[in-house]
């Protein structure tokens, strides 16, 4: 009987045992149960909080004037190349950008009581880490020259930190990849002028658009190679772009990675490559580069139309019309000005305009000063007022001037005008 008792105890032992384990299990996995819903949750909430911001920046988020952005990061890309990343202070959503376009920035010099303004390209942007990506070249003296350096690049790489806070515009710009275009889009980038067009590949790459590509970087050296590595890995995962990098000016005893070449870039190198000419050509670059090369693809049959471009530099760059547009031309080739002439009421200058160029290029030409900045209409900085007479566009400015003013940089006159500079 007591070998009977102590098997019964020694049972029920067990099962009082099984039975706590089982509770304390059970408890356990509540508790695990209970993280995980709790981790769940959260990453639905952040999942839900990206789809929101994702879904309001795909809406119209731009903004009028300024709005203060803090430098959330800075990376130097190449020798005097710096990547700076900005995110909003308000800590609002971003508005979309084109790839192409660039910011508009408002900043004050140190020791100086006027704000510069200066435009920069979009390297990237990203919503939703709700970033923005510009990157700059410190712009150094010409050389032989007593010019100072650029004064706005050098603000960027010597003032702006990690941390410091500048104005910003929203993203503007003409320059902008063509979405719905589906032929070949050759990409013609020289030194920083790579900007732009880099954004323009990522997104082809990034959203997968069928279409081809060529890529030309024409560098001095690696020292000013920027974006060496993300370019390179572009083309190595995406077998409808091909890259061509041309170094001007190779250092001595370096090696060059496979598929870099030696000398300048030429319409030759780029016929050959594309082998036709049936595509859509984006151009960004210095205007010596600019200056040779889009005269050279018109006289190889690339139409007006199919030539995008924007330079970086003191200079603009003009395309020639397309037939069909028109436009009357004299023995010279200019644009019949009819004795039109701009008064400079300022300067007291009074001069006749040569039938092509603009208000400041003009102004520029007799030492009248208009300040100025992007030279293509997007930043505003060239406004000055229209005294008497008509102002007109080529093509319509992105940048809004205030009532009564023009923007000279763009601007050409209909007639005689008289401008308050």
Not at 52 to 70: A, C, D, I, N
Not at 313 to 320: C, D, E, F, H, T
Request: aromatic share 8%; net charge negative; hydrophobic share 35%.
């Amino acid at each position: 009987m007591e070998v009977v008792f102590y098997v019964a105890i020694a049972l029920l032992a067990l099962f009082f045992i099984d039975a706590i384990l089982g509770i304390v299990n059970s408890i356990w996995e509540s508790r695990l149960r209970a993280q995980r819903f709790q981790l769940e949750a959260k990453d639905l909430k952040d999942q839900l909080l990206r789809q929101e911001k994702t879904q309001v920046v795909s809406g119209s988020l731009k903004w009028k004037g300024y709005r203060r952005f803090r430098v959330s990061n800075r990376v130097m890309e190449a020798q005097d190349i710096c990547s700076f990343y900005l995110s909003p202070l308000d800590e609002e959503a971003i508005c979309p950008y084109e790839p192409g376009q660039h910011l508009g920035f408002k900043f004050q010099i140190p020791g100086e009581s006027k704000h510069l303004i200066r435009t920069y390209s979009l390297s990237s942007g990203d919503p939703i880490s709700n970033t923005y990506r510009v990157t700059i070249k410190k712009v150094p003296p010409p050389p032989g020259t007593s010019h100072p350096p650029g004064r706005g690049s050098s603000y960027f790489h010597e003032d702006l930190e990690i941390g410091s806070t500048i104005e910003v515009k929203a993203p503007a710009g003409k320059f902008c990849l063509d979405r719905h275009d589906q032929r070949p889009a050759v990409f013609i980038a020289g030194g920083i002028g790579v900007t732009p067009l880099l954004s323009m590949l990522e997104a082809i790459c990034d959203k997968k658009i069928d279409r081809g590509c060529h890529f030309f970087h024409a560098v001095r050296n690696s020292d000013d190679h920027a974006f060496a590595q993300s370019l390179k890995e572009l083309a190595e995962g995406n077998p409808n772009v091909s890259l061509h990098t041309y170094y001007s000016s190779p250092k001595e005893d370096s090696v060059l990675e496979d598929g870099i070449k030696t000398g300048f870039l030429s319409i030759d190198a780029i016929k050959d490559t594309v082998g036709h000419i049936e595509a859509q050509f984006y151009l960004c670059g210095p205007p010596p580069m600019m200056g040779a090369l889009v005269p050279a693809l018109e006289e190889a049959g690339v139409t007006s139309s199919d030539i995008l471009l924007e330079a970086f530099g003191p200079a603009s760059v003009k395309k020639k019309k397309d037939p069909e547009s028109g436009d009357q031309k004299t023995d010279q080739g200019k644009l019949n000005s009819k004795t039109r002439k701009i008064h400079f009421s300022k300067s007291d200058v009074t001069v006749p305009w040569d039938g092509s160029s603009s208000i400041l290029d003009m102004a520029e030409e007799h030492d009248v000063e208009i300040e100025s900045s992007c030279r293509a209409g997007s930043c505003g900085t060239c406004q000055v007022k229209v005294v008497s007479g008509k102002i007109s566009y080529e093509d319509e400015p992105s940048a809004e001037p205030d009532a009564g003013n023009c923007l000279s940089c763009v601007g050409m006159p209909e007639g005689d005008v008289e401008i308050d500079a």
